[in-house]
């Protein structure tokens, strides 16, 4: 299935009228978590973003970068919101990380979904998302 189209959910001119734009499992150490052994490293941390840029945004009307939203632009956003301090809940990080995408202009829907793979040793990951648009 499309995520594209799952977006449609929100408003359907997302799915005709917007180009879904996705970063998965991008791999970053992060200093998080609450209980005192999270504190003294960092931990491995994924990150998968969608996004939905309106087509005149991002028409990618020729072969060059200046005609679409470029990805540099999410994983570096994502790398100075991590930074270097010390983050509690992964609940808040992600919440961040979404409402810095959706303050983005050219951004009409997000979907952030953060997981961290190396906490529990019987399951692949532990994780929360946000997901959500803005109005037309």
Not at 101 to 118: E, G, Y
Not at 120 to 129: A, F, H, V
């Amino acid at each position: 299935m499309s995520s594209l189209l799952d977006f449609a959910v929100f408003d359907a001119r997302l799915a005709t009228h917007c180009r879904l734009m996705s970063l998965r499992q991008f791999d970053l150490p992060v200093r998080i978590g609450v209980h005192d052994f999270e504190r003294s490293a960092a931990q491995r941390m994924w990150f998968d973003i969608d996004i939905c840029v309106r087509l005149e945004d991002a028409p990618a009307s020729s072969d060059d970068i200046s005609s679409t939203l470029n990805y540099d632009f999410l994983r570096e956003m994502i790398q100075n919101i991590v930074g270097f301090e010390h983050h509690e809940l992964q609940e808040t990080l992600c919440d961040t990380i979404f409402y810095q995408l959706m303050s983005h202009p050219q951004i009409m829907a997000a979907r952030v979904n953060t997981s961290k793979p190396d906490v529990y040793p019987d399951c692949l990951s532990i994780g929360t998302e946000r997901v959500g648009c803005k109005t037309w």
